[in-house]
């Protein structure tokens, strides 16, 4: 390996290594209530895969290539809409009231 | 500085930008009041990572078309992919049912692992035509292949245990521990192999391809479903994990960042999992392959008798109740009852009750599963109360009344020696009365019976969560 190459490999683990703890530090505060929310959010992040398949596929020549990277990328993209669609359903239904379909309600809350 | 370098500069920062919104979105999913916004920052990081993707593919075939070249079939690839898999996604993202959850985020760790296993693949397959590989890249490569696989089948057997296509107790395939040993033994072997000599050898890529794949199966399928919790958390970071080494196959640092956020945040769900179900990971994993079913022969407390009570006279008991705490289980997400038991509170309520519900951990079948289904049926989250609050309150409460929930309430657990000894639990043998909704005598997953069901304070009402709920709500209304 050349330096140039020692120095990215470096680079690319000690990035590695700081977003591990990142993530430590900012997940265990997270309530039980949220972990599924937290897990469904988790997973959208994991589609960033698709920018990796989008790139393989900017450089696919030949059949297999190509097919291989046409499945990445709509795995991929499935992961990335599924996760967030269906992560913002869950999180929209986490309220403090149940939903009043009169705006009295809250006008009563302001008073109260 | 040419035009495309400052495009790549860019498009890096971009790449950072997005990086950035997925920590911040993380750190506001620590309240229910910014965890919205939070999902939508991180989306809006992943939109801004994808599109900077977009306009760098494009630069690069427009300004450098010598190395790069014009190609129409790439564009083709990306969007025909994208248009297939967001709309697979987000069909399955709009229509699941709350209950279903745990399989459908099952089915994104499967995509998004194979996804990374095949950036892998697809990297490998260029590299056969070198004479040798540098012994980095061999490494992450055949690690992103080996996670990526695994991920992929395995959770796709969770996914079909979880929606019963596959049946959802243990499955054990005769030998299966020694199979499994053979496939990590394979792996290994044909690892060290392309390790050492440095040669890219197409058999020998395969071969660890194959293993894994398998691999994922027979690790998942011995698994029962009351593990699902800490399988589901454990695939979600192999999947992150997957990710960020597939980061380092195509040297991206976005791919890095956000796979290692993932594989950390799996990891400490994964923990707290085991420990609430008062087991190590290990013992979940490799207690499968054994049998996992030691718990068959322990002897459970004997003797006590159990008195079953009608629902009109649980109905008075809760109506002229203070406090009352509910321990929903999975037994009511199975029965989907999870409005019935809120109609049940709002009536109650309005008798000047006071309701909470006591979350057990690893109530339902992935981590804080039941707290979604109850904010599904509208019920305030600030009325959701985690295990260690509530625990203390057991005392004050007129009335417990349990649906479908059994070892998590099991007072066996504070004494050494049972099955379920040491696992944390919700002390409901401490309210001053018991009301346990549940349709037979049964045994739950640790297979002992029930302390608390032979408890003088417990009434059992024997019905289907939801059967059970209308009765109450219904003799309730009537008093």
Redesign the interface.
Known sequence: ?TPD?ID??IT?LT???L??????A?????????????????????????????????E?SGG???L????????????????????????????????VPKPAADDAEAAS | MTTLEAIEILVRICWLVGAVAFVLGLARMNSPATARNGNLVSAGGMAIAIGATAVLILARQVLDPESFGIRISTWALIIGGIVIGGGLGLYAARTVKMTAMPQLVSLFNAVGGGAAALIAIDDYLRLLDTSTVRIDTHIFIVLDIIIGSITFTGSLIASGKLQGLIPGKPILIPGGRLVTLALAAITVIAAAILFVTGTPSLPLFLLILAAALVFGVTMTLPIGGADMPVVISLLNSFTGTAVAMAGFVIENPVLIIAGALVGASGAILTKLMADAMNRSVINIMIGGFGGGDEAAGAVGAEGGSVRSISADDAAIQLAYAQHVIVVPGYGLAVAQAQHAVRELADMLEERGVDVKYAIHPVAGRMPGHMNVLLAEANVPYPQLKEMEDINPEFERADVALVIGANDVTNPAARRSGTPVSGMPILDVDKAKSIIVIKRSMGKGYAGIDNELYTNDKTGMLFADAKEGLASLTAAVKAL
């Open positions: 390996m190459e990215a490999l690319s990035i590695f290594t977003a591990i703890l990142v993530g430590f900012v997940i265990s505060k997270v309530p039980a209530t949220l972990h599924t929310p937290l897990m469904s959010g988790a997973n959208s992040i994991h589609g960033i895969v698709l920018v990796g398949a989008m790139l393989i596929a900017a696919a297999v290539s190509q291989i990277s046409l499945v990445a990328v709509a795995f991929a993209a499935m992961n990335v809409v599924g996760g967030y669609v269906v992560t913002d359903r869950m999180l929209q239904m986490f309220r403090k009231k149940p939903t």
